[in-house]
């Protein structure tokens, strides 16, 4: 078992220069784990709740100082020399000090931090791998990379709403990171001239790290992500797919789909995802209808939905209750698991057997308002996703997940031979 001697926590700035927060956990046998927990621009309703200061005069109220004298404070007197035989028991714990149904008292900011730092320190302290451990948790074991889904363009809340989607991404069909992220360099380099001898910008990035020149429609968005892998030599462009995050609660009110000058019904929006589908090589579309258009998403899970990933993000915010209404309904495919959604581990990996267990497929994904930490690329390793979506290939916050894949595929490739 493994008590907890200390916590101590540090209010940081992540990738877009908000606050958010650093947590550290030291075991009574000395082992020590530290964790940095991001947070969204485009976020759900269902989300569990961030703690802020709520202070104007300071980070405009996004301060987190309140979380972290709550995790110095009272958090560590609660849990200090207390056992946890396993990841859960420190999660459900929390959850339940916590006591209400958004994490809104303590803030799932505050319990994801600790219960990732934990976890480093427990990992630490069996001799193990982060990936191996968090393996462990959902018996299972290591070995599969997973692909890459990798933001080539911007637009929405990512960028200047200069078109109303919020990304167009990347999909290199190959078998392993390192010669995917070959294949996205040259793709992206391209990408980046077309960008500067189209619309006279150099490469300037959104969010995370996807260019953003003054696109006149997503068309012409998608128009240019594909005249750039038809740069590529041709024995590799047909490797290359695309994917839409649509983020579309971000441009729908009142039943009408918002989308440039062009205001849209259900019925017509549906009309204009089926024919991007039909004009594209798109493997998969992220929250193609806003969070509680459900009939929408029901229809068109079932007419696109055998041929490519629906992918729930904002519609399902990797709650369990809602991913289980959604497999019931049959309104998507796939889960973009974001952790800080839910909050814990515990709460993440039952969310992942759900969708398992429904034959979905499962995209691990970071935030928008990232850290250096690299803690998803063993996540989604461990957890077997099949995409890990980071962002671009830019800004140190993105690569450090990717170096990490790196890392951990040439660790298993060594294991697999030796």
């Known amino acids: ?94 959850i339940e000090f916590d006591g209400t149904s958004n994490k809104s008292r303590i803030g799932a900011n505050s319990i994801l931090s600790i219960s990732l730092a934990f976890a480093r320190a427990r990992a630490l302290d069996r001799e193990m791998t982060l990936y191996t451990y968090f393996a462990n948790l959902i018996d299972s074991t290591p070995g599969k990379m997973p692909n ?25 069909q190959r078998t392993d990171v390192t010669s995917s992220l070959e294949t996205i360099y040259e793709v992206y380099q391209k990408s980046a001239q077309i960008v500067y001898d189209r619309y006279g910008m150099r490469a300037l990035t959104a969010d995370e790290g996807g260019l953003a020149p003054d696109f006149a429609s997503e068309e012409e968005m998608m128009e240019c992500a594909m005249d750039a892998i038809h740069e590529l030599p041709s024995d590799d462009s047909p490797d290359v797919a695309l994917a839409l995050d649509v983020a579309a609660s971000q441009f729908y009110e009142n039943g009408i789909y918002q989308l440039g000058n062009r205001a849209l019904t259900g019925e017509e929006f ?125 800004q140190s916050e993105r690569l450090a997940k990717y170096n990490r894949l790196l890392e951990i595929e040439k660790e298993i490739s060594q294991r697999s031979t030796g």
């Open 1 to 94: 078992m493994s008590s907890i001697k200390n916590i101590s926590a540090l209010e940081i700035l992540d990738s877009r220069g908000r606050p958010t927060i650093k947590t550290t956990v030291t075991l009574r046998n000395g082992f020590v784990g530290e964790a940095s927990v991001p947070s969204g621009a485009s976020t759900g309703a269902a989300e569990a709740h961030e703690l802020r200061d709520g202070d104007p005069a300071r980070y405009g109220g996004l301060g987190c100082m309140k979380a972290v004298k709550l995790i110095e404070g009272e958090i560590q007197e609660a849990l200090v020399g207390r056992d946890f035989e396993h990841q859960f028991d420190l999660d459900l714990f929390m």
């Open 148 to 172: 890459l889904m990798v933001n080539l363009f911007s637009g929405g809340a990512h960028a200047g709403q200069q078109v109303a989607i919020q990304d167009c991404l990347i999909l290199p």
């Open 270 to 394: 549906t009309k204009t995802l089926t024919s991007w589908l039909s004009k594209y090589p798109i493997l998969s579309i992220e929250d193609c209808f806003a969070e509680e258009d459900w009939e929408h998403w029901i229809n068109f899970n079932a007419s696109a939905g055998k041929e490519i990933a629906i992918v729930g993000d904002d519609l399902l915010c990797t709650n369990p209750e809602r991913i289980k209404y959604a497999i019931e309904r049959q309104a998507a495919n796939s889960l973009l698991l974001k952790v800080n959604q839910i909050g814990t581990l515990y709460e993440a990996s039952q969310s992942l057997g759900l969708v398992r267990s429904a034959d979905w497929t499962c995209v691990i994904s970071a935030r928008s308002g990232e850290t250096e930490d690299n803690w998803l690329a063993d996540l989604a390793v461990g957890w077997g996703a099949d995409y890990i979506k980071v962002g671009s290939i830019t």
